[in-house]
């Protein structure tokens, strides 16, 4: 009697610590997840910002040039996976719409000339 009570605690434990592995590996999973989304939507913001200071330093906006999906300044490449690109000018600023990777980053750009 007493074999089969310790049988039976050795399964329920096996029991319990499947259910918690599988609920640790899936949450663990789902973090990973995350911070895989979160870190590339970072790095590319921070391309995006690099981009924006050193178009905010230029004279000439007009060399800005978006051909398929790569933007060129001067024929040197600035961005890719460019997805849209709209410039409009009001005043002495110009405004700059761009988005990258299918419309998932984006940012409006507002640079004194």
């Given at each position: 009697m007493r074999q089969s009570i310790v049988l039976l605690e050795v399964v329920f434990s096996l029991l319990l610590f499947s259910i918690v592995a599988i609920v640790s590996s899936?949450?663990?999973f789902a973090l990973v997840e995350k911070n895989t989304t979160d870190t590339f939507i970072t790095e590319n913001n921070l391309v995006l910002e690099t981009?924006?200071?050193?178009l905010a330093k230029q004279d000439n906006l007009e060399s800005v040039n978006l051909i398929g999906e790569e933007l060129f300044f001067n024929s040197h490449?600035?961005?890719k996976n460019v997805s849209k690109y709209?410039?409009?000018q009001s005043g002495t600023l110009k405004i700059i719409d761009i988005?990258?990777?299918q419309d998932t980053i984006c940012q409006v750009w507002k640079i004194k000339i």
């Open positions: 899936k949450m663990i981009t924006r200071l050193f490449l600035l961005l709209n410039t409009t988005c990258i990777y």
